[in-house]
């Protein structure tokens, strides 16, 4: 699933393209996209019509469009939905599920194969749609409370990846780039946070934000083309990773094989070595 730096490539590609444009139609070629908005397809294309998006903005992984007036699209890209600004008269993306006809006579197209993610109408949601006002800030933002964060993680007693991954406590941060940030601290993915030192929790506060911040340098992560920008093109920060998909490679510190575990139904990537697994009535 896309993560922080991910959803923040196509909110820029968004906010070049299609800020101050009005959309002149709008078709739903697929109703399970618009799942979430309760009224269906035709409302939703209705009141999209001859509204002109004021803004591109994110929290997490969310993304959303105020519209003038005060409203929003909200936007969730799930597994493998794809923003795509095209010229008229090119061809349709594979899975197309909405597409916005613009002013300037360009697209700009949902597609999503899987069609996990979607789009709603968000009434009074231009600032912040109230459908995901319990979503935490993310590190990257520059009201983002450090020191807040902190006292959270610490009142939890959890794993400290479980927390990472926590979109109430912080939000943007997914497997990949928390596996990277728990690598670079180091810590294990199941250290208790009641145990965390306040030196290791700034450490690895500041490696989520370092590795985000080089992921999103580089277009984010693609490991396949069901993450692209609206220009279609993918990111390369994969080819940096040093924990996340690595398994039996070795590691970059100190040469052991990197480990693979089964992990809340995915899998956590772990250095046996920098890493050591928390002995027992540390968890």
Same mark, same amino acid.
């Given at each position: 699933?896309?993560?922080? *730096?991910?959803?923040?490539?196509?909110?820029?590609?968004?906010?070049?393209?299609?800020?101050?444009? &009005?959309?002149?139609?709008?078709?739903?070629?697929?109703?399970?996209?618009?799942? &979430?908005?309760?009224?269906?397809?035709?409302?939703?294309?209705?009141?999209?019509?001859?509204?002109?998006?004021?803004?591109?903005?994110?929290?997490?992984?969310?993304?959303?469009? *105020?519209?003038?007036?005060?409203?929003?699209?909200?936007?969730?890209?799930?597994?493998?939905?794809?923003?795509?600004?095209?010229?008229?008269?090119? %061809? %349709?993306?594979?899975?197309?599920?909405?597409?916005?006809?613009?002013?300037?006579? &360009? &697209?700009?197209?949902?597609?999503?194969?899987?069609?996990?993610?979607?789009?709603?109408?968000?009434?009074?949601?231009?600032?912040?749609?109230?459908?995901?006002?319990?979503?935490?800030?993310? *590190?990257?933002?520059?009201?983002?409370?450090?020191?807040?964060?902190?006292?959270?993680?610490?009142?939890?007693?959890?794993?400290?990846?479980?927390?990472?991954?926590?979109?109430?406590?912080?939000?943007?941060?997914?497997?990949? #780039?928390? %596996?990277?940030?728990?690598?670079?601290?180091?810590?294990?993915?199941?250290?208790?946070?009641?145990?965390?030192?306040?030196?290791?929790?700034?450490?690895?506060?500041?490696?989520?934000?370092?590795?985000?911040?080089?992921?999103?340098?580089?277009?984010?992560?693609?490991?396949?083309?069901?993450?692209?920008?609206?220009?279609?093109?993918?990111? #390369?920060?994969?080819?940096?990773?040093?924990? #996340?998909?690595?398994?039996?490679?070795?590691?970059?510190?100190?040469?052991?094989?990197?480990?693979?575990?089964?992990?809340?139904?995915?899998?956590?990537?772990?250095?046996?070595?920098?890493?050591?697994?928390?002995?027992?009535?540390?968890?």
């Amino acid at each position: 699933m896309p993560e922080l *730096p991910e959803v923040e490539v196509v909110r820029m590609g968004l906010a070049e393209h299609v800020v101050g444009r &009005r959309i002149e139609r709008v078709t739903v070629h697929h109703p399970r996209p618009v799942r &979430r908005h309760e009224a269906g397809p035709q409302d939703f294309a209705d009141r999209l019509t001859g509204v002109t998006i004021a803004g591109a903005e994110r929290r997490g992984k969310y993304l959303w469009l *105020p519209l003038e007036g005060g409203d929003a699209v909200l936007a969730h890209l799930g597994m493998s939905g794809q923003f795509l600004i095209l010229d008229a008269g090119a %061809d %349709d993306p594979r899975h197309l599920r909405i597409a916005f006809d613009l002013d300037d006579g &360009r &697209r700009l197209l949902f597609a999503d194969q899987r069609m996990f993610g979607g789009m709603s109408y968000s009434e009074g949601g231009a600032e912040l749609p109230p459908e995901i006002a319990h979503i935490a800030r993310d *590190p990257l933002d520059a009201l983002f409370d450090p020191s807040e964060f902190r006292a959270r993680l610490k009142r939890r007693e959890t794993g400290v990846k479980r927390a990472l991954l926590d979109q109430t406590l912080i939000s943007g941060v997914g497997n990949i #780039y928390a %596996d990277e940030a728990l690598w670079r601290t180091p810590l294990h993915y199941a250290r208790n946070t009641r145990h965390l030192r306040t030196r290791e929790v700034d450490d690895l506060l500041h490696h989520v934000n370092a590795v985000m911040l080089e992921a999103l340098g580089q277009g984010g992560t693609s490991f396949d083309t069901l993450y692209v920008n609206v220009n279609g093109q993918s990111g #390369y920060f994969d080819r940096s990773l040093a924990a #996340y998909g690595q398994e039996g490679e070795p590691c970059p510190r100190c040469g052991t094989p990197i480990r693979r575990d089964a992990f809340m139904n995915r899998s956590s990537f772990t250095c046996p070595r920098c890493q050591p697994r928390p002995r027992h009535g540390k968890w």
